[in-house]
């Protein structure tokens, strides 16, 4: 559940979800869940003219994501390779 | 495997029914024979207990479903139940219950048609006649469960309630309450048409449609000002009704899947409130009486959730429809205000084309976000969810050195907290303009890809060089890269386990682990069957229980051989990864336990340092940090040490005659480049000095110090950009130093006190 657990780590900060279709669709984070769903609240697009209806909020499901853009100061890397050598070795897996 | 098949034996063999040559035009001349909604398909309804199987469940929706889908039924029965007044009107068709704008009596056509199909349903369940007993036994069922369900006896009869309230404008509308009553299986009339485009969370439409979930809060009775409602819509709720009820959440399916929730689970605090409003409830029915039903709105089944972004085409097609409906939306929009229902004026207006917002408060989204969470309860967070857990308690601990620290600032924090708020207040009210990724110094900009023109991506393809000679060396150094961080990451694995051990999340977490597999394994104990497996369970608890006793040394002392055993040192430190892992071991590394080690590793340090330090200064700058740690080791030295180490650095070339004569390594001078090399001579230096003045240093050992310091110098001399230490050498101490050692010219002297020394003290 590592990117789960790194994703909650994020919620409230803003990040650019981009999409398999390649669209992107920047905003803040609301939630995530353990399939990596994710809904953003306040979101823009960059051709507002071409999506009229998209609206404040979305849920993305979490297959049809290919990036996400992070805000680099709200990551600890060390952490972050800390927990991923945790998940490796853990024996419950 | 299922017991048959069509009718056919599902052994492969065949048994007895052995299939002649041309079996597929018999197999298919079967099908007239047989009874798509047999029992053996679709299986019985006849005791609760299938109520806890999913599938049959399932089967019986289906069942019911493809029932209504066949349009002869009823036609058969409506053509049965047909006044006599319309018989030459009606053309009864599988359209039946679409939109035919081309009738004579719009009004009474659809009245009639529909009181017509109420029957027909009626008739419909009544030849189902187990339907009801099972519903009634889920019902008993779900009745023992928790407070949830004791809206349903109340909800039932607030249905009746509801629809008397109504104006009796219609006789008809006198049967519909005991058709409710009986809990009406009509299947929803535009389900066919719209197929995939049932609502997304109901699984089980029907059985628990008359069953609405706990804490439907924000249904509000229709004010008075409802009453003139036109009065041909109120045959509308029967059909409506029970696609409404599919609607609620599937709470009742909980609640008939007992063993199966998650271990944890509790009744979602929301189903705890019984304030079963009826006005909401009654908002509902009413809604469903102010269509009109010259509209599509069977289309308009099921209702898109309001709060998506994303439109999907056939809910946009719905919308379109839905405008066409909008002056009773409105209408009913109006209602909901007046009703005094949890939502705001102004978000009404801007929501005038949905008429299907609303169906969830925000607390049945909640108990539902709930439900989700639960699932995702462990006892041992540290272990599961590590990067959050850790996360949130440094960021705890970063307050609150923050808040200790800054008090005297105190009002700048606040300012800057206003800043902030302001900010995020700023970009919800205004619409966030997007700008994709820039970045600096580059020409042009990303390639944003949208949906309709996608992004080209580079393809990138594997070149084979042209000089044969050079790949096996290439293929050696990758190959030497990795094996290096294998090599980094297998001692990466101990030094978290070491940590680990002296950690109190970590401890804690590994009791409630502990505490957690004990119940398990007691919990098989009682389920155990055999008396053996009873056994091995028992010898499993007695292995679990006892608790591990680890020990940190043993893991220190593991990583740091494996540390000293490379020979190629300077690769672990070239790589940021291995510094890390030194800065992160040399906490644990105290002088008195591991003294010879330590001793070995900084003398490999600075060895090193000429390979590694010019890639430190241009990026990591991690060696700096070493340098408390050597502070600390050196302080608690002996002579020998410090002779042993500056060994490595000076490369003593004994010259026949001249022993003064030093050639002096590379390193040394390397090591007066980086500030980290300077700052440990300096430490050298002051160390040196403290045990010369207390006697600890023997004659021979000065005078290798002495030697050592005149290379020094000359390195000094020689380089063009001396770097400077961390710490300065006191200028006492220098001076004290230096007049021990006569053969220290002043020039170089000097220089010497030029750079390293404090000139202040």
Not at chain 2, 11 to 20: A, T, Y
Not at chain 2, 417 to 423: I, L, P, T, V
Not at chain 2, 730 to 752: G, M, V, Y
Request: glycine content about 4%; some cysteine.
């Amino acid at each position: 559940m590592l990117f789960y657990s790194f994703f909650k780590s994020l919620v409230g900060k803003d990040v650019v979800v981009e999409l398999k279709n390649d669209l992107s669709i920047c905003g803040t984070l609301h939630s995530v869940d353990q399939y990596l769903n994710i809904k953003l609240t306040d979101i823009s697009v960059t051709d507002t003219e071409k999506y009229p209806h998209m609206l404040k909020n979305c849920f993305i499901r979490g297959s049809v994501v290919r990036y996400v853009q992070l805000p680099a100061d709200e990551v600890d890397t060390q952490l972050l390779q800390d927990s991923a050598r945790k998940e490796s070795s853990a024996p419950t897996r | 495997m299922a017991n048959t098949f069509f009718d056919f034996e599902t052994s492969l063999n065949n048994g007895e029914n052995i299939l002649p040559p041309d079996e597929e035009t018999t197999a298919w001349k079967n099908e007239e024979e047989y009874d798509a909604l047999n029992d053996e398909t679709f299986g019985t309804l006849e005791d609760s207990s299938n109520l806890e199987d999913w599938e049959q469940q399932h089967e019986q929706f289906a069942e019911i479903a493809e029932s209504s889908k066949h349009s002869e039924q009823i036609e058969n029965s409506i053509s049965q139940l047909v006044l006599d007044n319309l018989s030459d009107h009606i053309t009864v068709s599988s359209s039946v219950w679409s939109y035919t704008p081309a009738s004579k009596n719009g009004e009474t056509f659809n009245s009639e048609i529909l009181s017509s199909l109420q029957k027909a349903s009626k008739s419909f369940i009544t030849s189902h006649s187990d339907n009801t007993k099972s519903n009634a036994s889920i019902l008993q069922q779900l009745n023992k469960s928790a407070p949830p369900m004791t809206i349903s006896q109340p909800k039932k009869n607030l249905y009746s309630r509801g629809i008397r309230e109504e104006p009796n404008k219609n006789p008809q509308l006198q049967q519909q309450p005991k058709q409710l009553q009986t809990k009406p299986l009509m299947p929803p009339p535009a389900g066919h048409h719209q197929g995939p485009m049932y609502h997304p969370m109901v699984q089980h439409p029907i059985q628990n449609t008359r069953l609405p979930p706990p804490g439907l809060q924000p249904m509000g009775i229709p004010p008075p000002g409802m009453r003139p409602m036109p009065p041909h819509m109120n045959h509308h709720h029967h059909p409506m009704l029970p696609s409404l009820m599919r609607m609620m959440p599937p709470h009742p399916h909980f609640m008939a899947n007992g063993p199966q929730r998650p271990p944890g689970f509790m009744y979602p605090p929301g189903a705890g409130q019984n304030q079963f409003p009826r006005k909401h409830f009654i908002t509902i029915m009413t809604k469903l009486f102010s269509i009109d039903p010259k509209v599509n709105h069977p289309f308009n089944f099921p209702p898109p959730p309001r709060n998506l972004g994303n439109v999907h085409p056939n809910m946009q097609q719905r919308n379109v429809h839905s405008l066409q409906n909008s002056p009773h939306g409105h209408q009913q929009q109006r209602t909901r205000y007046d009703s005094g229902s949890y939502r705001q004026q102004q978000k009404e207006r801007d929501e005038i084309r949905d008429e299907y917002a609303g169906l969830m408060s925000l607390r049945e989204k909640q108990w539902l976000l709930n439900i989700q969470m639960l699932q995702l309860n462990t006892g041992t967070p540290y272990f599961d969810d590590y990067y959050y857990t850790v996360f949130k308690e440094k960021k705890s601990k970063s307050n609150k050195e923050n808040l200790g620290d800054r008090n005297t600032s105190y009002p700048n924090n606040k300012r800057q907290h206003r800043n902030s708020d302001r900010q995020e207040n700023q970009n919800t009210l205004t619409p966030r303009v997007y700008t994709p990724l820039q970045f600096e110094n580059s020409l042009g900009k990303l390639q944003c890809g949208s949906v309709t023109a996608p992004r080209k991506i580079i393809d990138m393809d594997i070149v084979t060089p042209d000089k044969d000679t050079d790949s096996p060396q290439v293929a050696r150094d990758t190959r030497r890269t990795k094996q290096v961080l294998l090599k980094l990451e297998a001692l990466y694995a101990l030094l978290l386990k070491a940590e680990d051990i002296r950690n109190p999340l970590y401890i804690s977490n590994v009791e409630k682990l502990r505490e957690i597999k004990q119940k398990q394994r007691l919990r098989e104990l009682e389920m155990a069957p055999t008396p053996e497996q009873k056994q091995e369970i028992l010898r499993l608890f007695k292995l679990e229980s006892e608790p591990i006793v680890e020990n940190q040394y043993d893991y220190i002392i593991k990583i740091i051989q494996g540390l000293l055993q490379e020979e190629k040192f300077s690769s672990f430190l070239n790589i940021r990864k291995g510094k890390m892992l030194i800065l992160r071991l040399l906490p644990y590394l105290t002088t008195d336990t591991f003294g010879p080690q330590l001793l070995e590793l900084w003398s490999r340090v600075l060895l090193s340092l000429p390979i590694v330090g010019r890639r430190d200064t241009a990026g990591d700058n991690i060696l700096p940090k070493l340098f408390p740690f050597f502070k600390r080791y050196i302080q608690s030295s002996t002579m020998t040490d410090v002779l042993d180490i500056i060994a490595g650095l000076v490369e003593v070339v004994k010259q026949e005659n001249n022993r003064i004569n030093l050639l002096v390594n590379l390193n040394n001078q390397e090591l007066t480049v980086y500030p980290f090399g300077v700052s440990a001579l300096v430490v050298l230096l002051i160390r040196t000095e403290f045990l010369i003045s207390s006697d600890s240093a023997s004659e021979k050992q000065q005078n290798a110090w002495s030697n050592f310091l005149q290379s020094w110098s000359q390195q000094t001399e020689a380089v063009a950009k001396v770097a400077s230490p961390l710490e300065l050498i006191p200028s006492q101490i220098f001076i004290k130093h230096c007049n021990r050692f006569n053969n220290l010219k002043s020039d170089k002297r000097s220089l010497l006190e030029k750079h390293f020394v404090d000139s202040n003290n």
